[in-house]
């Protein structure tokens, strides 16, 4: 009589998703995993083909997370892009190895660009140009280009440690990058 299975999928992706935020996306191995996930590797390989199907769903997971973040993230900042800008920096801060997998590293056949990912679901971008339209700005979209390269350049450096502005300053600078740009 076979034994039965006592580990869920959503447990391995759990526990990968847990290696993932505390070592990196890189780290996941099977041995690892079996480790946190508290079972042998042979169930992880009953509900896997492989790792690369487990890596697509802790990416996922990855996804809904920042998502999350940001619908959790207090908005309250008038110049368009502040809060989207300060959001994306304090995730690369908070979370620097989720920040590097869903940001800084090239994903071919995951599917999502960089823009879907900060998007979201909620048009998060959408409404940030739209509200940039609203205010008069001349070419939002070209606007959010602007700002994205700018947002992302600051969300790279808090990833290597190089970003050390506290909340006003950052709030400052994106508002001087926002009129900046937007002449």
């Known amino acids: 009589m076979s034994r039965t299975a006592t580990i869920t999928k959503q447990e391995i992706i759990n526990a990968a998703f847990k290696i993932t935020r505390k070592e990196g996306f890189e780290q996941i191995t099977s041995r690892k995993l079996a480790a946190a996930a508290g079972c042998s590797t042979q169930p992880i390989f009953r509900i896997y083909n492989g790792m690369d199907e487990l890596?697509?769903?802790v990416y996922e997971k990855a996804t809904v997370y920042y998502e999350d973040y940001y619908k959790d993230f207090m908005k309250t900042h008038e110049t368009p892009f502040?809060?989207?800008?300060l959001a994306y920096i304090g995730f690369a801060q908070k979370y620097p190895h989720l920040f590097s997998l869903l940001f800084a590293t090239a994903h071919v056949g995951y599917g999502r660009s960089m823009y879907d990912l900060v998007n979201g679901?909620?048009?998060n971008v959408?409404?940030?140009?739209?509200?940039a339209r609203e205010m008069g700005a001349q070419n939002a979209e070209q606007l959010f280009m602007q700002m994205w390269i700018f947002i992302h350049g600051a969300g790279c450096m808090a990833l290597t440690g190089d970003y050390d502005l506290e909340y006003e300053d950052s709030v400052a600078m994106l508002t001087a990058a926002y009129n900046?740009?937007?002449k």
């Not at 959408?126 to 509200?131: D, L």
């Open 180 to 182: 900046s740009f937007n």
């Open 126 to 131: 959408v409404k940030e140009v739209n509200k």
């Open 55 to 57: 890596k697509k769903d």
């Open 121 to 123: 679901s909620d048009e």
């Open 82 to 85: 502040v809060d989207l800008g």
